[in-house]
């Protein structure tokens, strides 16, 4: 069975409106995680929650199981929601959506605001989806 490899690419911009962009992108096939985090407009450092929640993400290792992993995202995701609030309380309101993609073992799930919405593909399947797309 051959692995599977991945290509991606980020970019983003600041926008028409904001002086400063509010996005925030994490790229790390290394560790089978991407991320993308947005900044909520109209509250100020949407910059500062974005960031702040993508650098809270696990950068180890994938572990056993995909479901270690979303453990960690969701306790990662935890983390910065309680310090987002905390830095809230200074009247500085700020906050972020998160979509975080992450693969463990050939098996791929989706992470996005806390709700978890799991893809589990084996590698097997995968590859039938991607014989059958180039046919």
Known sequence: MSQLRWSSGACSHV??????????VSERPDI??????????????????????????PITPPPATISERLREISTAVQTVNMR?????????????TLVVMTVVNGLMAFVGNGVRTSVALSREESERRNQAEAA
Do not use: F, P, Q
């Not at 830095?87 to 500085?92: F, H, L, N, S």
């Open 32 to 57: 089978g995680m991407w991320a993308v985090a947005d900044g909520m407009g109209g509250h100020n450092r949407g910059d500062y929650a974005s960031k702040l929640a993508i650098e809270s993400l």
């Open 84 to 96: 987002l609030i905390e830095y809230a309380e200074g009247e500085d309101l700020c906050g972020t």
């Open 15 to 24: 926008g028409n409106v904001r002086e400063r962009n509010e996005d925030t």
